[in-house]
């Protein structure tokens, strides 16, 4: 079946179909298993049996007593944050959330080139699905050619109230 990117996957009876096979639905966005009425996804694959299913799916880590329907992939992100000591900005990416990489690497002073900047705010990030697209999306911002679209994001964040932060763009 090949990898799934960083998607929710979820199946479930189709309902719709005389022979009752289980269906695979990978969406875009998180989605429990209760939800059949889903407007976007990349594919459906049908399946004469959970065993069949379970062996097609590339993470088989199923934890006792947890939810079977939920298979959470990676996401991984770019993002903005703002130091409060010298008020500048710091990019990078991560695949964690970055409001756990903010609160356990970045704020603890874990990452040598932020350590003497603390504190900062999480005020940006951006999702991505796949881990080249965030890397080279981090490498353009900061780059010489990627420098008017930094300068943008860095404009929004300064006219957005930091109350009304993160603000987060998915890609």
């Not at 004469?48 to 992100?77: F, H, I």
């Not at 679209?149 to 964040?157: P, Q, R, V």
């Amino acid at each position: 079946m090949g990898n799934f990117g960083s998607v929710a996957s979820a199946f479930s009876h189709c309902g719709a179909m005389a022979d009752r096979q289980l269906c695979l639905y990978v969406f875009m966005d998180d989605t429990s298993c209760a939800t059949d009425k889903i407007s976007t996804f990349y594919f459906i694959t049908y399946y004469d049996s959970v065993a069949q299913l379970v062996e097609q799916l590339p993470l088989k880590q199923w934890v006792q007593g947890s939810n079977p329907c939920r298979v959470t992939m990676k996401n991984y992100y770019v993002y903005f944050l703002l130091s409060l000591k010298d008020n500048n900005f710091y990019i990078g990416y991560t695949n964690l959330q970055p409001e756990k990489r903010l609160a356990e690497y970045h704020n603890k002073g874990i990452v040598k080139s932020t350590k003497p900047r603390i504190p900062f705010i999480l005020c940006y990030y951006e999702i991505y699905r796949d881990k080249n697209s965030a890397y080279k999306r981090e490498y353009y911002l900061k780059s010489p050619k990627g420098y008017k679209e930094k300068i943008k994001i860095i404009n929004l964040i300064k006219n957005t109230e930091k109350d009304k932060f993160p603000i987060i763009k998915k890609y």
